[in-house]
């Protein structure tokens, strides 16, 4: 039964929905040439870092926690475990995380990990997510850490590929959490954290939500014209962006039902993203070139 409580505590659906975005990550980079055992720890080492900054995320949030409807049967809430065992266990994935893959990666996918940890815990969720509108945008950066991390861990540096993966995941990040906000509108605002449509009303989320969908299209279509990858990428990304767009302004139809859009919504963008995963796993182009902006030396 602890050792359910343990597990619990680092999200294992947040893990798992990061390691879809890692393995997107790691097989556009490999170009159809996959080091099986580069792979594996480069997913144990991604998987620890998150699970540690979720741990950290709880003891954070322990306070508001037991205000929110979908949060207040969590662990840490309840007392199932210490507040301070919670600070060691975090610190202690996160550590491992890390460890693994500066070891068994490179030094750049390690810092990669450090910084999303950063601003995930010591920005995000320390202050940003409490006391500012912004919080959610910060917060996208950390989300959008992931596949870069896999990609990097391959390719050794930080390239218009990795970057132009840091714009797909951290742009599709926002209308993801403001669907969220707006189905969880009175958990949020029971718990007073100044998420956009609390502070500055669901119509005005809409607008962002539909703003930041066709931003999101930029840099998807940019992997292919980049060369990254080929036409079924293109062909599913396409359509699946579209889609999105579509249900968003689905949301300004009169008498519409906001909380059943908005889960909606926020069901179709984890479609979105996983589709927009595989395919970049399985459609990449061998021949890319990529402009090196960061380089670090692999081993």
Known sequence: MMMKQYLQVTKPGIIFGNLISVIG???LASKGSMD????ILTMVGVSLV???????NNYI????DCIMERTKNRALVKGLIAPGVSLWYATALGIAGIALLYFAANPLAALLAVLGFIVYVGVYSLYMKRHSVYGTLVGSLSGAAPPVIGYCAVSGQFDSGALILLAIFSLWQMPHSYAIAIFRFKDYQAANIPV????????????HITLYILAFMVPTLMLFLGGYAGYKYLV???????WWLGMALSGYKQLVDDVLWARKLF????VT?????VMMSVDFQPEAEPVALVSMLLR
């Open 50 to 56: 998150v699970a540690s900054g979720c741990v950290f």
């Open 236 to 242: 599913v990304a396409t359509a699946v962006s579209v």
């Open 25 to 27: 990550g790691f097989l």
């Open 61 to 64: 949030d322990r306070d508001i």
């Open 267 to 270: 069901m179709f963008s984890i």
């Open 196 to 207: 956009l449509p609390v502070v500055k009303g669901i119509p005005v989320a809409k607008l």
């Open 36 to 39: 099986l055992p580069l792979f």
């Open 273 to 277: 993203i996983t589709c927009l995963s």
